[in-house]
């Protein structure tokens, strides 16, 4: 007798469960084929990574003043111009060295590096603290190509990745970023930032989407930096690094930066 | 009944000023929104009666699909291929926000947040 309601709850459990199923196994049944895929042009790498040399930089910031990175990252990613240091936007910037390497800046250094700024941007750590800091996911590290993402979706704007980060990769929208677009250098393909939310640079994830080079590397005319996948020996940027010494910023920390600078 | 006299065109008035939205509106119902379809295509990324009431489910499924997932590419119900982009592809066709988006939405009273950050096509009106 008991065994035998045993063996009818088991059974009418399993009916119920196979019951509830049924809409998901119809909807699968009726797929013909995925309903979405990525772009086959897309460039594929297992961890993105960039060399910035600066011996090539600092030949044309003296020449010309060059700033070409920068303007086209900003252009393109409607990166707003704001004056007041303290709000202002940066994806890509300079900086001194002694700030760039606070551990090893000394001043006995050569001049040339001591008094020429070095190209900043987020290294896409390999592993990176402002992921681990963020509550709600809104900054994420890609898993089948290391890109350290934004979300901007799903930024709450509570800026622990700020304080995470070591490198001062990131900006707070303070207010409303398009007062400070001029209307005509505005980018219609791609979005802006609202108020309350964090930015960087995203190693230009939405063109490597569509197998194109990220925009300051495609800029920079003398070819000062170089992008590529930093696990394939094959790679231009492997193929740089063991001819070259080359500088990370703040190893000690244990970020794991990816983006490299021979000077 | 002590004050009377008060009472009941206070009553009155309270009642006239409680319904004057009813009374005020009658009979001149809201026009049904007309939003304007593309004239160059036929067919969207989902049947119509699908991107009639499910359009935002969509969207927030193709936001995690090319933010988080790194797709790019969705195929339609004629399995033709789409660029899944609010700013790159619906509003392609979709070319006014105002003729398109605005006459539900304003109908419906919804103020959907995505133009704070995703750029509105110019109107050329
Ligand atoms: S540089 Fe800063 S923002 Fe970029 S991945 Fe590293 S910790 Fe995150
Ligand atoms: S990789 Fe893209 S987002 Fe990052 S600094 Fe270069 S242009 Fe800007």
Redesign the pocket.
């Given at each position: 007798m008991e065994k035998d309601r045993r063996e009818f709850l088991k059974i009418g459990g399993i009916s119920v469960l196979g019951l509830s199923a049924l809409p998901v196994f119809q909807a699968l049944a009726q797929e013909k084929g995925p309903r979405y895929k990525p772009d086959p042009k897309a460039l594929k790498g297992a961890q993105w990574a960039?060399i910035v040399d600066m011996k090539k930089c600092w030949e044309q910031q003296d020449k010309r003043q060059c700033r070409d990175?920068?303007l086209?990252?900003?252009k393109?990613?409607n990166?707003p111009d704001i004056p007041d240091q303290k709000r202002e936007i940066k994806?890509?910037w300079l900086e001194e060295y002694k700030h760039a390497f606070p551990d090893q800046a000394h001043e006995y250094a050569p001049e040339k590096v001591k008094e020429n700024p070095f190209m900043l941007?987020?290294n896409h750590c390999s592993n990176p603290p402002c992921v681990r800091v963020c509550p709600t996911k809104a900054t994420f590290k890609r898993k089948p190509d290391g890109i350290v993402m934004m979300d901007f979706h799903r930024c709450i704007g509570c800026r622990y990745c700020m304080a995470g980060c070591p490198y001062g990769a990131r900006s707070f929208n303070w207010g409303d970023p398009r007062p400070y677009l001029k209307p005509e250098d505005i980018n219609m393909t791609y979005p802006t930032r609202r108020k309350g939310v964090v930015e960087?640079?995203?190693?230009?994830y939405e063109?490597i989407d569509e197998g194109l080079q990220?925009?300051?590397?495609?800029?920079c005319k003398v070819k000062a930096?170089i992008?590529g996948d930093i696990t394939n020996p094959n790679s231009e940027v492997r193929k740089i690094l063991s001819g070259h010494y080359s500088l990370r910023r703040k190893i000690e920390l244990g970020t794991g930066p990816n983006v490299y600078y021979l000077i | 009944m002590y004050d009377a006299k008060k009472i009941v065109p206070g009553i009155l008035i309270f009642v006239v000023l409680f319904t004057f939205p009813l009374w005020s509106n009658m009979g001149k119902a809201a026009p049904a929104p007309k939003p304007e379809l593309p004239k160059t295509e036929k067919v969207c990324v989902m049947d119509t009666a699908y991107m009639k009431t499910e359009h935002m489910v969509l969207l927030n499924q193709w936001r995690d699909l090319v933010v988080r997932d790194a797709n790019r590419l969705w195929v339609g119900p004629d399995g033709k291929e789409h660029f899944m982009s609010l700013q790159n592809s619906c509003m392609k066709c979709h070319s006014s926000k105002v003729k398109f988006c605005d006459q539900c939405h304003n109908y419906a009273g919804v103020k959907p947040y995505c133009w704070q950050c995703h750029i509105e096509p110019k109107e050329n009106m």
């Open positions: 960039m990175c920068i086209a990252c900003h393109i990613h990166v994806w890509i941007l987020c960087k640079c995203t190693f230009c063109r990220p925009a300051c590397v495609e800029a930096l992008f | -």
